[in-house]
Nanobody, 115 residues
């Protein structure tokens, strides 16, 4: 079955950076769009970014635009999210998801941004 394993989260100060990774297996990775979604404590799931299978198009939420960069390496079956200029409101669990709906996702990696 589909398996998505995120890593790369951590504790950083405002203005810091992190690079999240998601290793995928169990499906044809290169044929599928992939997304990142996140969930802040006590909040609903929020879509962050999406990339098409061939990396021909990338989409970002308003909060992610200009600070986060989504990418993928189809040969390595890995999805990435570069987080720059992190803010306290970026704190939460980050999940990679198959497609754009966020339903099929991994266990998440925790990002904590605190002074």
């Amino acid at each position: 079955g589909v398996r998505l394993v995120e890593s790369g989260g951590g504790l950083v100060q405002p203005g810091g950076s992190l690079r999240l990774s998601c290793e995928a297996s169990g499906f044809t990775f290169s044929a599928n769009a992939m997304s990142w979604v996140r969930q802040a404590p006590g909040q609903e799931l929020e879509w962050v970014s999406e990339i098409t299978g061939g990396s021909t198009a990338k989409y970002y939420s308003d909060s992610a635009k200009g600070r986060f960069t989504i990418s993928r390496d189809n040969a390595r079956r890995t999805l990435y999210l570069q987080l720059n200029d992190l803010k306290t409101e970026d704190t939460g669990m980050y999940y990679c998801a198959l497609g754009s709906g966020g339903v099929t996702r991994g266990q998440g990696t925790k990002v904590t941004v605190t002074p």
